[in-house]
Structures are given as structure tokens and as C-alpha cells.
């Protein structure tokens, strides 16, 4: 017998695992919102939970044309470029559509192709955070963000903030510490509130004169509704401020792409951090998509963006209004893919939109919970709905099933 086969006893005993995991990942947790889209995942169940795009909204066609455009049409040493590595600042023409197609002037060497605009988030938290720093963010905000910041091991402080967008007062009062201030002015991700003109004059006015520094995450400004959102805050404050935008929400997501302005105060570190994380975002892509950048079709293809979900609001608008129990409350989005809901109190107790949730898939409806958004003191009475990936008669039909749920589930509070 071979001696190997039997192991010393010490050697036998169940073995801790070798994985000695970064004191860090104690603060990562899976989002909850993926956690709570595997429950309504359920087939046959009418989902307003997911944060995706409508499908419908993807060109297969435009894709195509640009794809075989890139390998094609531009000659071969082109698409050898193409599928190349590439220099971490992105593809230099994309740069300049990037810095062309927005609302202030913009020198394209301040603009960083990123791998969505999530990535620009984790690069700015590398860059900007320190174990107990402070950021100041919207109450509530964008769960991927605080995701992104947390492994850093920042401290949230939570701005007040009500329909118009973030309280500049507040911030005056809070802010004076923070690394810099996270915002989403436009369509906002979960509430889908707009930053007012007023309150943008004053938040930069706030920001400049106490130096904080403003990260402007802005994924849904293009998808307005009536009229197009104030101008950016970073247009109004560019050396203090730091752009986030993506091509997910007028595109496709699937292609990752995004980017960031930044002023030249921090854009080398932000671009060392870049070559550490992934080198470059995939130049195939970038290619791609500036190829559908060089003609009109982003002029031509957002409008019909605007107006399906407009069109989708207004049916969930609609379909709101007929269903819900009194006491309910929303909001009326100008812009974006999302609607929040505030559930009233039932005889002074309140409804709390996670013991709601199983009550409503039960009937065959989803939403997102509204809880995890915030930084501290969630307010667990609120939920998001989007109204993007549903078509008008499952919104009809989804909202008169949550209306129900939220009879049935307020019935076991009397
Ligand atoms: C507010 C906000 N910021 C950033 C992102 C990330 O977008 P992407 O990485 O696809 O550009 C999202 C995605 O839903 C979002 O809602």
C-alpha cells in the first residue's frame, strides 16, 4: 500500500478553505436587486422590476451595417486596428463624436472611453475614496453606485433631497466633508426626478463655494419626454466636476460602452486606474459605435426612443390612476424609465414594499423594492416601477394585479 494513500491524522480532519478573502469583500454584497429579479423571473409573470432598456429599442440592422462596415468597408489594416489592443483613452474619432454630441464645449482629450459608465464609477471610487471617506449622495440613489463605491469603504452621507432633485441647503450643511457629491440630475435611477433649473444654480453655487467636487452620472438625460432637462452641472462647474454618460440606454447595452469627462486635475489617475482594470475598452466597439455616430443616426434613432416610453409611461400613468387604492402615491417622470410609488400607512401602520413584493408575485406582478436604493434610513414604503419593458397591455394588466396586491396585503395590517 502506498503510504500517500493513507493521510496523517492531523491531515484528515475537515480543512478550513485556503481562500483568505480581502477584508473588503465583507462589505460586497450581491445586488439586491439581481437577487430579487431571480424571484420574479418566474415565467408568465409581468416584471416592472428590471432597470433594462427595451429590446425593442436595440437596431439589429444599424449594428449590422456598422459591423461590416468596421471589417469591411475600411480596409484590412482598419479592422486589424479593430480587433488590435488600443491605447487606454479610447479610440481617438470617438473621442471627438463624444465631445462633439454634448451640450458644452468639451476638449475630447478630457473624454475617457469607458467600459459602460459602471466602470466609470469604480474608477472614480479608486481614485477618489479612502477607507472612512465621505461621499454625499442623493436620498435615495443609484444602487450600482454605492456598489461600486463600497469596496473602497467610504462613509455615505445622504443628502435630503424631495421631487425636485437634491436639497442644496442640506448639502451646504453635509457636503462640506464629503470626497465629492454623486448625483443623478436627469430621470433619476430608482425615483426618475428631474434636477430643476433652480436647484441646479444653487447645487453648483453650494458645491463651489464649500469645493465640493461633483460626479454627474447622467445614463437617461437624452430619453426626455416633452422637453430636454436643464443643462449639466459639470457644463456649469467643468473643473470641478466629473461627466458620466452611456450609450446603453440609446443604443445597446450589451456593447459596454460609456465615458466620462473629466478635468485634467484628475483624468491621468483616472486613466492609470483604467490600464490597471482592463487596459482599454474593446475597440471593436468603440468602432462600431462611431461608426453609427458619424451619420444621423442617433438624431434620428432617439426620438423613436423618447416616444415609445413616453407612450409606455403614460399607459402606466393611466393604468395608476384607474387601479390603485386611495393613499397611493407616484410621481410623473418627464423623462427616463422609471416611476416611484409611495404605499400609504394602514391604520397608522405602515406598508413596507418588501412584504408587498411576494404578495404581488403571488399574483403575477414584479417590482423593485425601494429600500435598497438608500444609503441610510431607507424609507421602506417606497417601490420603483419601470415602465419600459412591458408591452401597454401587460402594464394594464400588472398594474390592476398590484393594485390588488396592495389591497389584499393592506387588509392583513387592519
Ligand atoms: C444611474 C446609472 N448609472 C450607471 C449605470 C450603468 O450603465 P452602463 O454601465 O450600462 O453604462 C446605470 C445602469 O442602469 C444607471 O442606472
Redesign the pocket.
Known sequence: MNPLDTPPSSLSAPHPSPWQLARRTQKMNPSVIREILKVTERPGIISFAG?LPSAQTFDIDAFDVACHHVLKNEGQAFAQAALQYAASEGYAPLRERVAAFLPWKVDPAQVLITT????G?DLVAKVLLDEGSAVAVETPT?L??LQAFTPMEPRFVGIASDDEGINPADLADKGREARFLYV?PNFQ?PTGRTLSEARRAQLVSVAECIGLPIVE?N?YGELWFDQPPPLPLTARLPDQSIY?G?F?KVLA?GM?M?FMVAPTAVFPKLLQAKQASDLHSPGFNQRVIEQVMKGDFLERHIPKIRQLYHHQRDVMLAALAQHMPSGVRWNTPQGGMFLWVQLPSVNGKPMHAVDLLPVAVEKGVAFVPGAPFYSEQADTSTLRLSFVSATDEQIRKGIAMLAAAINDYATTLV
Open positions: 432597470g459602460g459608465s459602471q466602470q464609477l443609484y450600482g453606485a443623478l435611477n452620472d445614463p458620466l452611456s446603453s447595452p459596454r460609456g
